[in-house]
């Protein structure tokens, strides 16, 4: 037997260990599964054909290559690999834990991923957690066909569209494409040390929302923990509020100079990039339009499933404007839940000022420009419906950006929330 057959039995632990989630040996449960019908969880989209290609250049698709070389017992060319995957990302830690196993394993069998002596078990427990994320998150993209639940209509100039699983560290980029989500590129992304479901300030959580980026930070203005910049986002928007969720100051941002990229748990909330992902991203986000939409894991919607829901939406808001147009104050109510509350009034009293608002009015007119309309992630089924409100009647006429909350009670979709975005 050669030396370099003896040395398989120690380097292929490495794969075993790192991999023992059942990324190369996967069971049925795990096999991706085409949606014909209603929603389905990300572990259930089809693997792409497409990933069985040998990787490119990307440190994901890197990986990838590296096992696939010590899987073949190419182990020079394993080490070659990681040592290009270093030079291109000097501070890329777990290259350098991968490439320190592969060195050792030339001298004795190894006991597990990271076994070298004194290595810190917690940090290489992240490490082999960024290790499996990354991977699965390569071999596991989404379908061509299905689509993210929650991206029912962007509005004509919205370009893209951020969708985060964090069960699956995982930033999904869509582009609009007519009006229909298209998978564009997908990244591995950290949250918060305590995973997700934000609820108080300093709880260490990502939230889990519907949401939008409201501003760029540049790095020259950010400490070097932010990397190439930050894009914040309105954590805690109206729903989270009303929810009692607060805390303050989710970004999405870069990482310091000297970490190419963090444990999937890793932030006080916000939601990390390695900087030449967030470089990619930022190429495309529109400061006040890009929605970013966090899950705990995503749902996926055949294109029928997702046309029908997006057809259930489409024809409640309709039914909502033109009874307001009709003038007929109460049919125009029901559209609203008993639990409605904004800006201080409750259902009640939002009832008894339409009431009397539309005594006064002769006709009414109501158009509704540039419509989004994105299902919230989580228990509820509860949407996020944006719109330019173009309003005219017989004594008054204004232009406003609204934001309304729909939430589907005993079978129909009703308003219960309502205000400036």
């Known amino acids: 037997m050669s030396m370099r057959s003896s040395r398989?039995?120690?380097?292929t632990v490495l794969v075993f260990v790192i991999l023992s989630a059942g990324l190369y040996f996967l069971d049925s449960s795990e096999k991706g599964r085409s949606s014909s019908g209603g929603a389905t969880k990300q572990g259930e989209a089809p693997e792409n054909p497409a990933?069985?290609?040998l990787p490119g250049d990307d440190p994901e698709s890197a990986l990838e290559g590296i096992f696939a070389e010590i899987e073949a017992n190419r182990l020079n060319a394993a080490l070659q690999r990681v040592e290009d995957l270093i030079g291109r990302y000097p501070t890329f830690r777990l290259a350098h834990l991968i490439k320190g196993d592969l060195l050792l394993a030339r001298a004795r069998p190894l006991s597990g991923f990271g076994a070298m002596e004194n290595a810190p078990a917690e940090k290489v427990a992240d490490l082999r957690a960024e290790a499996v994320a990354r991977l699965k998150g390569y071999r596991f993209r989404p379908s061509a066909e299905n689509v993210p639940r929650y991206l029912l209509r962007m509005r004509d100039d919205q370009r893209y569209a951020i969708v985060i699983d964090t069960t699956k560290s995982r930033l999904y980029l869509y582009r609009n494409e007519n009006g229909r989500p298209r998978f564009e590129m997908d990244f591995y992304m950290t949250q918060g040390r305590l995973g997700a479901g934000k609820f108080a300030e300093g709880d260490k959580r990502t939230p889990i929302g519907t949401y939008h980026v409201t501003s760029f930070l540049p790095p020259e203005k950010l400490p070097d923990l932010y990397g190439h910049g930050a894009f914040p986002i309105n954590y805690p928007n109206e729903w989270d509020k009303r929810r009692g969720r607060g805390g303050s100051g989710i970004w999405l941002h870069g990482t310091s100079s000297d970490t190419f990229s963090r444990p999937p748990k890793a932030s006080d909330g916000c939601v990390v990039l390695a900087n030449p992902d967030f470089d990619r991203l930022g190429t495309l986000v529109q400061v006040g339009l890009t929605p970013v939409i966090i899950s705990s894991e995503v749902e996926w919607l055949s294109p029928n499933a997702w046309q029908q829901e997006r057809q259930e939406l489409d024809t409640?808001?309709?039914a909502w404007r033109a009874d307001w147009e009709s003038l007929d104050t109460e049919r125009y109510l029901d559209h609203y839940s008993p639990d409605f509350k904004s800006g201080g009034q409750d259902f009640a009293a939002f009832a008894r000022q339409k009431r009397a608002v539309n005594r006064g009015k002769a006709w009414i007119k109501v158009k509704l420009d540039r419509l989004a309309v994105f299902r919230n992630p989580g228990?509820?089924?509860?949407?996020?419906?944006?719109?330019?409100?173009?309003?005219?009647?017989s004594n008054l006429s204004n232009t406003m950006k609204k934001r309304q909350y729909w939430q589907k009670e005993n079978g129909r979709w009703k308003i219960i929330y309502e205000g400036a975005a």
Do not use: R
Not at 8 to 11: D, M, Q
Not at 379 to 393: G, I, M, N
């Open 51 to 53: 990933l069985a290609a």
């Open 379 to 393: 228990p509820e089924d509860l949407a996020v419906v944006t719109f330019d409100q173009v309003y005219e009647s």
């Open 316 to 318: 409640s808001i309709e």
């Open 8 to 11: 398989l039995p120690a380097l």
